[in-house]
């Protein structure tokens, strides 16, 4: 069965530093999303992404934040210049589009650690 | 702000008993819900989706929605210790593309 991929499944970083976080949705899925989870807390939404746009952003996709779909398979979350309080698991969901349909198939995630 | 809330819990239950759990959410307009389960450390993992009133079942899963009361629950049959997770309501939002989430409610099948 498809699945999203996500790597890598943890990293650890210093506070100021750049990271990409790097997904591979479902192949033939339009929509795409970045969520994320600090420990104890909600899945909180990030970004959408649809047709080489971002379709919607959250308060906390401020401009340290940028999303790119380099190629035809890969979907990365960057983030500038990090801080303490950006440790926290990344998800990464993907949608097929299909009408009728608007169920978003979840990554395993990707631990973030900032020091 | 679009609200989806949940009871925290712990939910504790014996074997084979059924585990009920609930949602409720602010926007009036919603039209698709899905109930996933998250096992600690581990991403969310879809059980079920419903869009229309009523029930929908799934082997031992059935999903129930009420929109005029703006309530859905989730119903465990034959609960095994393996259901023991934290289980996510999410609500899509109806202006725009993202997914609302539940804090969750954990619950623990005790053998």
């Known amino acids: 069965e498809p699945e999203v991929t996500q790597t890598p499944s943890h990293q650890v970083t210093q506070m100021g530093q750049e990271v990409i976080l790097r997904c591979v949705p479902i192949?033939?899925?339009?929509?795409f999303y970045w969520y994320r989870q600090i420990l104890g807390q909600k899945v909180e939404f990030l970004v959408s992404?649809?047709?080489?746009?971002?379709?919607?952003k959250s308060e906390i996709f401020d401009d340290q934040f940028s999303v790119e779909r380099p190629d035809g398979s890969n979907f990365t979350l960057k983030i500038r210049s990090t801080k303490l309080e950006d440790s926290a698991m990344y998800f990464c969901?993907?949608?097929?589009?299909?009408?009728?349909?608007?169920?978003?198939?979840f990554g395993p995630g990707t631990r973030l650690t900032v020091l | 702000q679009k609200e989806v809330e949940q009871n925290s819990g712990p939910l504790s239950v014996p074997e084979g008993a059924i585990a009920s759990l609930n949602c409720t959410y602010s926007?009036?307009?919603?039209?698709?819900f899905f109930w996933y389960r998250q096992y600690s450390g581990k991403s969310p993992e879809l059980i079920m989706f419903?869009?229309?009133?009523g029930d929908k079942e799934d082997g031992r899963f059935t999903a129930q929605l009420n929109k005029a009361s703006q309530y859905v629950s989730l119903l465990i049959r034959d609960s095994q210790p393996s259901d023991s997770a934290t289980y996510l309501c999410a609500v899509k939002d109806t202006g725009g593309f993202k997914t609302i989430f539940g804090a969750g409610t954990r619950l623990f099948v005790k053998a």
């Open positions: 192949s033939n899925h339009l929509y």
């Open positions: 419903i869009y229309s009133n």
């Open positions: 926007d009036r307009g919603s039209q698709s």
């Open positions: 969901a993907s949608c097929s589009g299909e009408s009728g349909t608007d169920t978003q198939y």
């Open positions: 992404f649809y047709n080489n746009e971002i379709s919607e």
